[in-house]
């Protein structure tokens, strides 16, 4: 089946410090993706739509400046998490879509430590 | 923003019982999809059940999908000690061709003891 893959699988950085997040679609090439962040014990909150090739349409509250996201080929989305703080400390999920099916592949997850 | 509701948001049955779990949404959706998630990891696709469709049966699941009462329900038959998960219903309401952004469920946390 499709796979997403994402990188890295878990990441601890320091306050104030920036941190990049790729997904990659390995079987199909993805002009959407999606990231998603997950609090523990919660449910998954979209966060934005990567379009590739334009800007990334972002949910309401989720801030675009901190959350830097660049979908510059069509299997490679990416999500930079500017000046962390340790409430940004969550689980990070990215899916791509299928264009021919329409069903949304999800990757494993980067679970990012702000200390 | 939440679209589903799920209920239970918890549950515990005993290996070789059903398990059911029932999501409602809130708007016209092109799809809904149901996944299951162990905890900590990433989330394993179901299924998909499409706005024109009433049932859909994959294994031991099974699907349902009422889009006048804006509901879905999900039936585990059988069940194993290795469907201990959380599971989650998304629904897609985009424009076709379009849209494809999930908005999920809070989800029913399922324990099958065995």
């Known amino acids: 089946g499709a796979v997403v893959s994402q990188h890295p699988s878990w990441v601890i950085c320091k306050s104030g410090t920036s941190v990049k997040i790729e997904c990659r679609s390995l079987d199909f090439q993805a002009t959407t993706m999606f990231w998603y962040r997950q609090f523990p014990k919660q449910s998954l909150m979209l966060m934005a739509t990567s379009n590739e090739g334009s800007k990334a349409t972002y949910e309401q509250g989720v801030e675009k400046d901190k959350f830097l996201i660049n979908h510059a080929s069509l299997t490679l989305s990416t999500l930079t998490v500017t000046s962390a703080h340790p409430e940004d400390s969550s689980f990070y999920i990215c899916?791509?879509?299928?264009?021919?099916?329409?069903?949304?592949?999800f990757g494993p997850g980067t679970r990012l430590t702000v200390t | 923003s939440q679209q589903g509701e799920e209920d239970p948001q918890a549950l515990s049955i005993q290996e070789g019982e059903n398990a059911t779990m029932n999501c409602s949404y809130k708007?016209?959706?092109?799809?809904l999809q149901w996944y299951r998630q162990n905890s900590g990891r990433g989330l394993v696709h179901l299924i998909l059940i499409r706005s024109n469709e009433r049932e859909k049966h994959s294994g031991r699941l099974r699907v349902t999908l009422d889009t006048s009462k804006k509901s879905s329900s999900l039936l585990i038959t059988a069940s194993r000690a290795a469907d201990t998960a959380s599971y989650f219903c998304a629904t897609d309401a985009g424009i076709y061709n379009q849209g494809g952004k999930l908005i999920f469920g809070q989800g029913t946390e399922l324990s099958v003891k065995p």
């Open positions: 708007t016209s959706i092109n799809n």
């Open positions: 899916s791509a879509r299928d264009p021919q099916t329409y069903e949304q592949y």
